[in-house]
């Protein structure tokens, strides 16, 4: 059997924090604001994973009201992911997921983001795609005040 998953996440760009976005960190002047390092990109990828097992969002699994996930490299989120998936008895096919940020470019980052996070999901590189694309100045991210993400998976029985 095998089932597909949407997720999508929104993050505040404010000073005085790093920029992680797909499991690495990015030489920027502003950085995402959350409870937990705020990736937006691995927050997206795992609630498209829980979707599609059926097993709810992230903020059910790791609220933010919790001092355990505070601050929390968010691959350790996406890897406590897949383990859950794994107790239904899914696996990662593949990933399709869009980042829409004006700054930084992104499209030299995606390999090495790519690379990332196949390895804490346990999959070749080639089956996590990411896109960048920008609002063209238009909405939040547009005007830089945030960064947003959309995810689509493909899971199956091991």
Known sequence: MVRIGFGFDVHQLVEGRDLWLGGI???HTLGLLGHSDADVLIHAICDALLG?????????????????????????ILRKTIELIATRGYKVVNIDSTVCAERPKLNPHIPTMQQCLAEVIGIDADCVSIKATTTEKLGFTGRQEGISAYAVCLIEKA
Do not use: Q, V
């Open 25 to 27: 960190k990015l030489e």
């Open 52 to 76: 599609a097992a059926n097993m709810r969002d992230i903020g059910y699994h790791f609220p933010d009201t919790s001092a355990e996930t505070e601050g929390m490299d968010s691959k350790i």
